[in-house]
């Protein structure tokens, strides 16, 4: 998956660089991108879809990452406010993959692309089906 | 608890500062030295007593932080070397407190002194006496 | 600092818990508490001051922590949306210390109180008055 | 790079799952691995080339990261040790990537593979060519 392409429906998130985020090369730590791609695929899924990852988990369904990607353009720096591109590029009953778009909001600037993905599976660690009442509402939100 | 004072058995150990442990002030961020007490607190129970963290709570014994503290003398910087020394400084049966000091291991400059303060509960969250093999140990290597 | 009082004019910021901010006893790592600190400073700067932190930054004087000190009270947990409240509750020429309450937005209960001091120094790291036109601007919101 | 596969020589570095690294669902948070993999690059260049990463820096190239990935294949759990085994993939006079299995120590299971690539830059952050003394001390500890 070299090329990673958002597709609608994509939900923007804010979120503000703090000193914690950052490292002594004066930008945010690479790492700390995987913070944001959770901040995305959590705010995507509350606001697109009404159901909050936790509500997930509470059905007895954990959706643990099986694979992370990104790719870095430019930096993110101190203070800058950062806007968290989402949206589900794959989807079956058994796995979901998110991508990402990084983008500095002042400038739209696009600092970093990246995707995760997702298998589904049960408290005893089985890939199990996501539960129907969620799989509708994605599909109803999501063409893919 | 102004006067921070280590008293044995202290548990000395090396920790090699990484890129995600500082900020882009170039120096370590100010919230990872509860990491670095962690690792003290943690090591000095497995060095010092034979028994490790996991055991207490497999135990169902708890320890969670109730306090924490520390004080910055100096910056611990990208790739520095760091001594992090552990003792315990306050034991009854349901609480215990550790203090520790923060030294570049290269010249000795002390660069931080802290504390953390733990209470111990059982998996009801209720306080509960620390299992007695434990006090036991804990008592057997520190006179306090 | 035992009894940690916030006074007017009081900052509240609120912040999503995610999962990176939790750890394996299901609950927010203690060490953590201090990034939501940061934010809550920032953004008390910010919103009752009208300067960011990078201004000062740039202006020539850092505000680097000297004291850290976190009182945990309930566990948060992921997915809890927090209230990050922030006062001023010192200030110098040369110092500022930030008081902090951290609540569950949702029932208000308190989970952890704290503080950080600061120094006022120059890019040289000597002690240096705060620029007055951050000190006047400090001064017109805190009565301190 | 969807095979990942290490050539010799290959750096093992043990390190300890701390609570820190760890998320409330008890395993090590994905971004983590991320920190695992910085540990292995820089002890593989200290330990194989006799240069730290540091000593790179202040001779004016930075190595910064543009891509990044991780494959996920078993958990690590709080105070597991685990063992970074790190090689370099790829070498030119402008890019490194370091190849990076992540496993149990205590059992070998194989928990996670991955990798990062990394661009040599000047401090003005144009592609500058990798010093010479560090280019032929890697190659002459790598064949690729």
Do not use: W
Not at 130 to 144: G, N, R
């Amino acid at each position: 998956m070299n090329d990673i392409r958002l597709s609608p429906p994509i939900l923007k998130y804010n979120y503000r660089v703090i000193y914690a985020d950052t490292d002594a090369a004066g930008v945010v730590y690479y790492g700390n991108y995987f913070r944001f791609f959770e901040i995305g695929r959590t705010e995507f899924l509350r606001e697109l879809t009404g159901i909050s990852y936790k509500e997930i988990e509470n059905g007895g369904i954990l959706l643990p990452v099986t694979e992370s990607y990104c790719r870095y353009k430019a930096s993110a720096r101190y203070d800058d406010l950062l806007e968290i591109s989402t949206s589900i590029v794959k989807l079956s009953k058994v796995s979901i993959s998110f991508a990402h778009e990084i983008r500095n909001l002042k400038n739209g600037q696009l600092l970093a692309t990246g995707y995760t993905r997702h298998a589904s599976i049960n408290r005893q660690g089985k890939i199990s089906a996501l539960p129907s009442f969620v799989l509708d509402k994605l599909k109803e939100h999501i063409k893919s």
